[in-house]
């Protein structure tokens, strides 16, 4: 296992930029998510490490070693591509040995680790069979074990569960966490679903055009982006997002929207006056009420959704649109009128000019 690093790597594919003087440090054993939108650039972050593209300019390090100029078969590197890529005619045990013949294994150092792979993945039951019998699943699971079956320096992961059904993709989230931590094999597996960075990475890299946004553990991902760009990625449903100024009463700072007035927390920096701004609120910090709130605003129901365990209502207040998450327990309809108030230790503020979290 090893660490990988990225020292100011840049990488121009027909005049666009899939690697903006990128630099980053992957931890050994550690699981990253690059989390990024289709074209972001994130698949030529994994293709580079991998040696199937090669920098323009900076370096890449898998340990100790600058792998710039060395082939892929060099790097000791595994990936898991979207496709399954699995030979449709040879069985599931014939799969997963393949990548070792080449290693100088003997047969039952083969064997004992291919069946070990296939306890821990669950396959042992498939090993006799072809891929065109097995389900996504299974087929998803052989693809993985051929890449971890070789007990590579990393393990790079290209979108490997996007292909299949939402139920199964939650079950395989779960899987890999649990076989990360098992082998602890250094990972970095990209994909374009929040839920899924935020549920197994140990930290995300949120990617875009080219550019890292924001590199941190999926907590400070999620309660303190650092730009409206993340804060509009992560987090389901959207966090609301209001326009207005900053001003100050009674030695507080105060939101100002055409719509209403809230007061911000007094800890963390503080915006100046007239500085015009954006505010974020999650659902659910977005506190909804029968009866009048102390500091509160009232709301409209404008749509309710049920979600099961909990509801969403669209909310007016005044002409801004706002959603809130509620206990279902709390017999909203469209139209009644309710009362609305922030935690205000959950209020985001964003620099409207340059985007960039300011509280």
Partial sequence: MAEVRFENVTKIVGGKKFADNVSFDIRDREFVSILGEPGSGKSMVLRMIAGLERPDSGNIYIGDRNVNDLRPAERNVAMVFQSFALYPHKTVYENL??????????????DKRVRSIAEMLRISHVLEKRPALLSGGERQRVAIGRA???????LLMDEPLS??????????????????????QTTIFTTADEVEALSIADRICVY??????????????????NSLYVAQMVGRPQMNFVDGTIRFKDG??????????????????????DKEV??????????????????????????TEFVGSEAILDIKIGDQLLR???PVSMKAEIGDKLWVKFDESRIHIFDKGTASAIQ
Avoid at 148 to 154: H, L, M, Y
């Fill in 278 to 303: 954006v505010l974020g609120i999650r659902p659910s910090d977005t506190r909804v009420s029968t009866r009048e709130v102390n500091g509160g605003f009232q709301c409209e129901v404008y749509v």
């Fill in 148 to 154: 971890i079956v070789r007990n590579s320096d990393a």
């Fill in 97 to 110: 040995t393949f990548p070792l013949f080449k290693r100088g294994m003997s047969k039952e150092e083969i």
């Fill in 208 to 225: 875009r055009e080219g550019s890292i946004v924001q590199f941190d553990a999926p907590e400070a991902i999620y309660d303190r982006p």
């Fill in 163 to 184: 292909n299949l059904d939402a139920k199964l993709r939650l079950h395989m989230r779960a899987e890999l966490r649990k076989i990360q931590k098992e082998i602890g």
């Fill in 252 to 273: 507080r700072s105060q939101f100002v929207s055409s719509n209403f007035t809230t007061d911000l927390s007094t800890s963390g920096p503080t915006p100046p006056a």
């Fill in 324 to 326: 809130a998450r509620v």
